[in-house]
Antibody, heavy 114, light 106 residues
Framework: QVQLQQWGAGLLRPSETLSLTCAVYGGSLSGYYWTWIRQSPGKGLEWIGEINHSGSSNYNPSLKSRLTISVDTSKNHFSLRLTSVTAADTAVYYC????????WGQGTTVTVSS | IQMTQSPSSLSASVGDRVTITCRASQTIYSYLNWYQQKPGRAPELLIYAASSLQSGVSSRFSGSGSGTDFTLTISSLQPEDFATYYCQQSFSTPLTFGGGTKVEIK
């Protein structure tokens, strides 16, 4: 059974870079898109972007200028990097498998505050 | 693609039949997924491809629709079903979610 475990810094100051990693256990990166989704406090869900095992990615245009999603097949994990964060980036960030997200990470709470 | 869910909240009793609707701003064929989210938890996939029940999900959940109009139905509401439900289109990027429907106890 595939499981996702994610980690990364939870407290950032404005203008810093958010970095999160999601490791895939019990399965391979091959054959799926791997997704990042976030949820601002008390709000709905926002799709951030996705990547497949060969590195082909798609980003939300609202974040594209600040966003990089990468994959490391040797470590069986994928990562998110969001530069120049502001308070608006405060959210719970989730990694997930597939566009119809059937497996989710546990979520990482990221707070941006000076 | 904009996804519009209705209602944004509803109150219902255990045993009630509950229907939530989701409308896409353009055709998404059957690329529509439904999720359930409980407080402090990651969402869980209930229905994919508009009407396919995700493995392990109770058969009291069902989905229907195609094109632009979709429905999630809970045939007989159970205590564990009180949660927030989201639709999501996976037809084209950026993937987008509906605003959510909070199902509360009446």
């Amino acid at each position: 059974q595939v499981q996702l475990q994610q980690w990364g810094a939870g407290l950032l100051r404005p203008s810093e870079t958010l970095s999160l990693t999601c490791a895939v256990y019990g399965g391979s990166l091959s054959g799926y898109y791997w997704t990042w989704i976030r949820q601002s406090p008390g709000k709905g869900l926002e799709w951030i972007g996705e990547i497949n095992h060969s590195g082909s990615s798609n980003y939300n245009p609202s974040l594209k200028s600040r966003l990089t999603i990468s994959v490391d097949t040797s470590k069986n994990h994928f990562s998110l990097r969001l530069t120049s964060v502001t308070a608006a980036d405060t959210a719970v960030y989730y990694c997930a498998r597939k566009r119809g997200a059937d497996v989710w990470g546990q979520g990482t709470t990221v707070t941006v505050s000076s | 693609i904009q996804m519009t869910q209705s209602p944004s909240s509803l109150s219902a009793s255990v045993g009630d039949r509950v229907t939530i609707t989701c409308r896409a701003s353009q055709t998404i064929y059957s690329y529509l997924n439904w999720y359930q989210q409980k407080p402090g938890r990651a969402p869980e996939l209930l229905i994919y491809a508009a009407s396919s029940l995700q493995s392990g999900v109770s058969s009291r959940f069902s989905g229907s629709g195609s094109g632009t109009d979709f429905t999630l139905t809970i045939s007989s509401l159970q205590p564990e079903d009180f949660a927030t439900y989201y639709c999501q289109q996976s037809f084209s990027t950026p993937l987008t979610f509906g605003g959510g429907t909070k199902v509360e106890i009446k």
